[in-house]
């Protein structure tokens, strides 16, 4: 078991002087994950994808696997919607590394991410994916 602390660190957003409020909401850049007497700091570029167990998440990423006290859904919303999307409930990926999207039964879909892994879409998800990807470009 690895001894897990997390801390995001922000990217700091300016007040628009003339409304009062933020441009954008704070978003992560970084996560610290410390492990034992090794800290390292794990940038979202460099997770493919994050998946869960109970009250526990892994982060998969170029670096290695990291794993985190804390829940999938909490982590979603640290993250930016833009590059990060939930395809089940008990994975996140990251679209940068979204390689292919497959048809894999009459209405199933898998994907296909650039380290070679494959995940199941599950219907509940299907939808948000496909309009995500149409908005994105991607």
């Known amino acids: 078991m690895i ?3 997390v801390l995001i660190s922000l990217t700091i957003y300016f007040i628009n002087s003339t409304t009062g409020n933020l441009k954008s909401k704070p978003a992560i850049s970084s996560i610290h994950v410390k492990n034992g007497t090794k800290e390292v700091f794990l940038q979202l570029n460099d997770i493919f994808w ?10 998969h ?3 290695g696997k ?7 859904k909490n982590m979603l919303k640290s993250l930016p919607r833009e590059n990060f999307v939930q395809i089940h409930r008990s994975a996140i990926i990251n679209l940068k590394y979204l390689h292919e999207l497959r048809k894999k039964s009459s209405q199933g879909f898998e ?16 939808k948000v994916l496909k309009t995500i990807l149409d908005q994105t470009g991607y």
């Not at 167990?53 to 892994?58: A, E, K, L, P, S």
């Open 3 to 5: 001894d897990v602390f």
């Open 50 to 59: 994050i998946s869960a167990n109970g009250y526990y998440i892994t982060f």
């Open 61 to 63: 990423s170029s670096r």
């Open 66 to 72: 990291f794993l985190v006290r804390r829940g999938l």
């Open 111 to 126: 994907v296909l991410m650039a380290n070679g892994d494959t995940h199941a879409v599950s219907r509940t998800y299907k």
